[in-house]
């Protein structure tokens, strides 16, 4: 079974950055990219960003384009997520998981791994 395990979550004031990483066991099967999505306290898991397994190609949800950056390393089968700028509505637990590509959206029953929190505040 393909496994995603999440980390670089923490506390970090408004304006602050994080970098988040994803190591996954395999970038080969599965949709065609793989994305970072976030659920927010109260809120429902959405996806912010994607980045194709084969190429560069990403998407970014509107509310984290030009502060968000996704990257990947393929030879550590690792996809990172360099948040700049960050807003206290960026606070959530954040995954990583298999999508769809452009939509980013991840596939019907997924399985989410634990996530890594992110927390922006002051």
């Known amino acids: 079974q393909l496994q995603f395990v999440e980390s670089g979550g923490g506390l970090v004031q408004p304006g602050g950055s994080l970098r988040l990483s994803c190591a996954a066991s395999?970038?080969?099967?599965?949709?065609?990219?793989i994305g970072w999505f976030r659920q927010a306290p109260g809120k429902e898991r959405e996806a912010i960003s994607c980045i194709m397994r084969i190429g560069q190609s990403s998407n970014y949800a509107d509310s984290v384009k030009g502060r968000f950056t996704i990257s990947k390393d393929n030879s550590k089968n690792t996809v990172y997520l360099q948040m700049n700028s960050l807003k206290p509505e960026d606070t959530g637990v954040y995954y990583c998981?298999?999508?769809?590509?452009?939509?980013?959206?991840?596939?019907?029953?997924?399985?989410w791994g634990q996530g890594t929190q992110v927390t922006v505040s002051s």
């Open positions: 395999r970038f080969t099967l599965g949709p065609g990219a």
């Open positions: 998981a298999n999508a769809y590509w452009p939509t980013c959206r991840a596939s019907s029953g997924t399985p």
